[in-house]
Every structure is written in C-alpha cells, then in structure tokens.
C-alpha cells in the first residue's frame, strides 16, 4: 500500500494527534469544560441541571439557528434581539384581555418575526442597503415599535393560559427544549440534504459563481432574513410566556450571544461556511459555560469576560487550522 | 470642533422645533409663557423605565392641575445627552427643571450653568452628586433595602441561607439597595448569604440565574431569596416554580405583577416605590421651589414595605382604579408636601 504514495511520507502520530486536536478543538473545548464543571460541583451532573441548561439555550437556539442561515449567506441579522421583545409585547397585547386567542400566541409571534425579516431581507435582496445597516435599523426601529406597543410600559397581568405555553411538560421536556431540539435537526438536515440548503452555501460561499450556474440569489437572501425573524418571532414568545409578560427589553443583546454560537461553531463569517451542528456545539458550550460559571459562584462579569476569551480562542484556532490545511 | 457643531446644529433644530410649536418662551430667564402665569418646566428622564411611565400620568396629571406645562425629553440611558437636554432647556429659558440623572457624578457643569441662569434644577428619583442643586426627591434606597432584608430575615426566623439578586454593578440603585441590604445582614450572624450576584434588572436573567443556583446549592438549602427588584423577584419566583420548590421572596418596586404575587402569597412583601406619587411629588417641589414657598427642598421618599395585609389598598390604587386614583394625585401630593409624609396614599 505504501510503495503507491512513495512520496507522501505518513503522518507520525504525534502529528495526527495535533490534528484531531486542532480539528476537533471546539468538541475537546466542551468535554474538557463539562468534565471541570462535572468534577467541581456534585450538582453539575443531574437531570435538574440539564433542564436548566437547556431550558436556558432554548431562546437562544432558535435564534442561533436564523443566525446560521444569515451568516452562511456572508450577511448578519442584528435585529433579532428587538424582534424577540417586539414579538413579546404585540403576543401579550393581544392574549391580555383574549384569554381566548391564546392558542394564536406562537402564529402572532411568527407572523411579527415574519414581518421585520421580510423588511429587512428586501432590503438586502434587493442590494439596497448591506445586511449590516438593514438589520441595525431593524433593530433599532423594533426595539421603538416595541416600548410604542405597550406606550412604554410592560405589558403584565396576562391570562394564566399564556404561561403554559412555555411551561408545560412532555415527557419531562418543555415546549421551549423540544422546539430547539426539532429545530436544530430539522434545520441540520434542510442545510445538508436539500437543494434550498446548497443554494444557501453557494449564495455565501460564492455569489457570481452561483448566479452563474442558475441560482436566483435574492429569494435566498430574502428567505433566510424571513426565516431568522421567524424563529426571533417563536423565541420572543416562548420567552415571554416563560416571563408571563410582554417586556419591551425583553432580548436585548441576545443577537451577539446568538453570533458568538455561530462564529465559535466555526461558522466564517464571510458566509459559505459552517454548519447547525458547529452552532449547536456553539451555543451548548455558552449555555454550559453560564451555568457552569454560576455554579462556581463565579461574578457575572467574570463570566462576560471569559465569554470574550472564548470566542477569541475559537476563531483563532479555526483560522489556524485552516490555514494550516490549505498549505 | 465638529461634535459642537453638532450640537448646535441640533440645538438650533430643537428650538426651531420648539418655537413653531409655540411652546416655551424665548430668550430671557423669564419666557413669554409666565406672562399669563403658567410655569414652563423642563423634564429629562429615561422614557422607557416602567418606574417613569407608570408615574408619567400622574405627573401630567399634577402639571394639568397646577397649569403647568411640561416639556418631557429622553436622554435614552446617555448621560451627554442628558447634558445637552439640560443646556437646551437653560437656553429655552424654562422656569425650572427636573433631572432624573442617567449617571449622578457626570452633570455638575449643568447644574452649575442651571444655578448661574437663575433656573432651579432638582434632582428626582436618581442620585445626583452635585451641591448646586435647588432640591432633590430622592427615594431611600438603602431603607427600601434595609427593609426587604430585615422581612426575609423575620420570615425565616433570623436563620437559614439566603441568594441575593442585584441590579448591574455599579448602578446607584443596586449599590445603595445592597448597602440597606448588607446593613442588616452585618448585625445578622446566623444569616448565610450562599450567592449574590446580578441578574440586571431583568426577568430571563434572574430566572436563569435562580435555576443555577438550585442546582448549585440544592433547592432545599435555600432558605430565602431577596431580590434589589420585583422584575428578579418574579424571574426567581419562575425559577422556584420550575423545580416545585416553595421558598420565600421578596423584591422591590411594586410592580403589577409583584403586587399580585403578594396576594397569591407566592412573595412575602416588596417596597413599593409609586411612581404616580413621587414623580408628581418631584413636579410640586419644584413649583414650590421656583415660587419660593418650599420648606423641606431636599426630600428623603420613604417608600412603604407592602405585605399581604395591606396589598389591596395599592392593587386598588395602581391596578383597579388607577384612573380614580390619579384623580386624586394633585390633591393628596400637595398635602404630603405640607404634611412630611411623602410618601402616603390614604386620600
């Protein structure tokens, strides 16, 4: 077997070792955080915890997922956070005083997620201004539209049938983990499997050559800004059922928490490249850092910072190993 | 250079604003409006605080009453746009203004020009570190946080383990709530404190935060939780619910929500700090201080602990008949003025 690559020398195993570590490095990255969770407190590894964790990742899931699709294309969704609180606020305005329509809850969320992503992804379909700006005024005029929804005011008292949505219990999980759950894998198979998900990578990875062999670019990047107000629409529900409110800063930030699971799942953030599973992995090991953290009674600053490093180590480390085996 | 051109470009543009609109006078200390004895009053505050707008009619409410107009501007959290309201106001020439300060140590140049201009500046619902200022209502914080400890404390029988929820670091409402708080808790040995970290004020974060904890400490060692605000408090109260657990809380605030949850018996008590009384409150020194008949200019808001005893009269006041309520604000503000006891709701 050898004498038919006589000139590629085999790596030696200190060599391929490397590079499992380098390839692998977020996957390492998690086991070794979970072990000195794990080791460090006698708690870290039960079922409760795991809820938390996960009920935890919930909202930030389904955000990280549009956030994936967004990125794959080379653009970025900053709006998602106001459409988390927008989404909260106009679902509790209508369920207040409706304990009636509370089954409509989810649909209303949609539909305003679906909404403000159309806006934006017109917009940038149609070249008019990049995904950056469309999406900052997105985030900008939903946060506005958000506080002129409830004048200003939370909006509270809402009928005992809305908490449900978020709160009840399937099998020991709640809505909120079973929805990330089927979202993660109904959109890792969508992004593998099917012809909308290749368009996705070819729009990001290469957009002349796309156009070239056929692919209509703009519906894709209209889809994808539609799709991320969507699952920003769900989350701002399913959290504001969790909170029993419609808080007009409910989401704040959240958009950054959902770039750094992208970006620390090895997403590049030139688009073409990256995967749901890389954002699940991501996203877990935010949410386990948080919880973690916590556990240790480490300062929430602390946490941001270390937050902060994390993301630096993974891009660089990305960077590297890519470097590295396009050599 | 260009940030003040900037700036005078947007001053030039809000008095432009401001004259077609026919508000406030012109030029002078005196504007055209006190010709027909109207007072002008100059309000910058953060608009989107429930704390504000669940004050804010109320307050407009009070300025009706007392014939005074009201120019409301929002810095949005950002204390140089906070200055730039209050230089606009002092060169709008309004009768007074009403501070609710972003930051307390970063507006003494205003208060300063305020003062030179002849313009009574106060300080209201927010810490505002300067001896220029012409009055301040400033609500005890360190008591509401001394009283919310002392509650959990008597709750759970002087003994036992507590978690802590704190606004962000470093803001004067979480700092001067954990001073009340730490107050106590120092002449309380037997009292653990197991965490005490922030939550910021919000919900998602306190509920999050309070899952970790029971996981970290076990939901049984948790004797009893205090929160810096009803928003943490709710969040932890989800949190409790989540696991089946059944544990003490108290927060601060009065919110809606929180009041309810006293009345559930899901929450021992929370100070309630009433907008619709202190807002209006701060408007009346104000008018008092620029007629020259104030007594007390600075002014100590001490707000009341509420418990499931006395809920009711406050759910009835800012729930189920708030309307019939701030009806009656005018009348019963200016009488706490008179009387000392600020903070009173009995009409």
Known sequence: MTSLTPTTERPSVLARIREFVIRRAMVLMMVVVILVFGLSNDNFFTVGNLQAVLIAAAPFALIAIGQTLVILTGGIDLSVGSVIALSSMVTAFVVKDHPELVWLAPVVGIAVGFVTGSVAGL????????????????????????????????????????????????????????????????????MARTTFGLRIYAVGGNPQASRISGVRNAPILYSVYAISGMLAGLSGVLLSSRVASGLPNLGQGYELDAIAAVVIGGASLFGGRGTMWGTALGLLLIQTLNNGLDLLGVPAYWQSIIKGALIVIAVSLDVWASRRSNR | ?????????????????????????????????????????????????????????????????????????????????????IEQFIRQGVDGIMVIAVQPDALNAQVLEAKDAGIPLLNVNSALNSPDV???VEPDDVAAGAAIAQAMIDEIGGKGNVVILEGPF?????????????SVLAKNPDIKVLASDTAN???????????????????????????????????????????????????????????????????????????????????????????????????????????????????????????????????????????????????
């Open chain 2, 134 to 136: 012409a009055g301040s």
């Open chain 1, 123 to 190: 917009l940038v379909a149609r070249d008019l201004v990049p995904p950056f700006i469309a999406t900052l005024a997105m985030l900008t005029a939903a946060s506005g539209l958000a506080y002129v929804v409830g004048n200003g005011s939370p909006i509270s008292g809402l009928p005992s049938e809305y908490q449900l949505i978020a709160n009840f219990s399937v099998l020991g999980l709640r809505p909120p983990v079973l929805i990330m759950i089927v979202g993660l894998v109904v959109f890792s198979i969508i």
């Open chain 2, 201 to 347: 004020w919000a919900r998602d974060e306190a509920a999050n935060k309070m899952a970790n904890w029971i996981t970290a400490f076990g939901g049984d060692q948790i004797d009893g939780i205090i929160a810096e605000n009803d928003d943490m408090a709710l969040g932890a109260l989800q949190a409790i619910k989540e696991q089946n657990l059944t544990i003490p809380i108290v927060g601060i605030d009065g919110l809606q929500d929180g009041l309810r949850a006293i009345q559930n018996g899901e929450f021992i008590g929370t100070v309630l700090q009433n907008g619709s009384i202190e807002l209006p409150l701060g408007l009346a020194l104000t008018k008092a201080v620029i007629e020259g008949t104030a007594t007390e200019t600075k002014i100590a808001f001490k707000m009341p602990y509420v418990t499931a005893d006395d809920v009711d009269l406050y759910i009835d006041h800012l729930v189920d008949n708030k309307p019939a309520f701030i009806e009656k604000v005018p009348e019963i503000v200016d009488r706490n003025l008179k009387s000392g006891d600020y903070s009173s709701e009995v009409e």
């Open chain 2, 1 to 85: 250079m260009a940030r003040k051109t900037r700036f005078a470009a947007i001053a030039f543009a809000a008095s432009v604003a401001v004259a077609l609109a026919g508000c406030a006078g012109g030029g002078g200390g005196d504007g055209e409006a006190a010709d027909d004895g109207q007072l002008t009053i100059g309000l910058t505050v953060n608009d989107t605080t429930s704390f504000v707008n669940e004050g804010k009619e109320a307050l407009q409410a009070y300025a009706d009453a007392n014939d005074i107009k009201l120019i409301i501007n929002d810095p949005k959290g950002d204390v140089t746009v906070q200055a730039s309201q």
């Open chain 2, 170 to 182: 470093g803001n004067s409402g979480q700092m001067l709530r954990k001073e009340g708080i730490d």
